[in-house]
């Protein structure tokens, strides 16, 4: 029994640190771009990087730079290898070739030098991967005790600060059953910010969700962007994509098409397949079809 919650115990403090992230306002020292006249520094790097699944060639020699304090939105249609991207980043799947830097350092290829690394580079799934015999609290603190190995009290305070900052502070004592996917998606992200990342991966986080939940979950991550995180996000929200973005990377068929300010991208896109990718979009906000 007690090897089990051992277990239990390690897959928490990894999945923590997979989503792992700080509060707002503390992640912003460490992700904020550089001052005037100086050269951005380069947080995330994919360098000519391909992954297969079998014989499936998923990501074709991918090159992408990402600034510190940047907020690059991935899009792209289904299967064009947006989530495999996100993935790779903190090496929830390997790559056959290539190279991935994060704040100057190499992805480690396993044990505990992986383990150190997910807790700089926090994620958000699609689905919460909450623990359903924990409460709020304990989700959200589990990480920081036994990854970041901060003591239970200031644990708990730090949760319920980042609980607060997501509106739920009010609910740290339910279990996730007793939430709604929108609320449970928050305490998640509350989740990744305690482990105090440099980056933030978000991987479709709301495509899961009942739609009225949709933005209470957009609205956290914008406050986020505004603090100054580094952050990727893959989307298929494409007026958020607008607003929130300092770049709109197009992917389509494993490759990179586009990279621009999403002014540039969603008003005058490059690519016929760009183009006819933004023909087939409702956008849901009326001021974006201009």
Sequence with gaps: MSNNIAEQADEAATRAATQNPDAFAAAAPSS???????????????????KYFGSLHVLKHVNMTINAGEVVVVIGPSGSGKSTLCRTINRLETIQSGSIVVDDKEIPAEGRALAKFRAEVGMVFQQFNLFANKTVLQNVTLGPVKVRRLK???????????????GLKDQ????????????????????ALAMKPKALLFDEPTSALDPEMVQEVLDVILALAKEGLTMVIVTHEMA?????????????????????????????????RARNFLSMISWHNPSAAA
């Design 240 to 272: 958020f994509a607008r607003d929130v973005a300092d770049r709109i990377i197009f992917m389509n068929d494993g490759e990179i098409l586009e990279d621009a300010p999403p002014e540039e991208f969603f008003q005058a896109p490059k690519t016929e």
């Design 152 to 166: 239970k009290s200031e644990a708990e305070k730090l949760a319920l600060q980042l609980l607060d900052r997501v």
């Design 172 to 191: 740290a004592h339910k279990y996730p059953a007793q939430l709604s996917g929108g609320q449970q998606q928050r305490v998640a992200i509350a989740r």
């Design 32 to 50: 904020a771009p550089a001052g005037i006249g100086k050269a951005p520094k380069k947080m995330i790097e994919l360098i000519d990087v391909d």
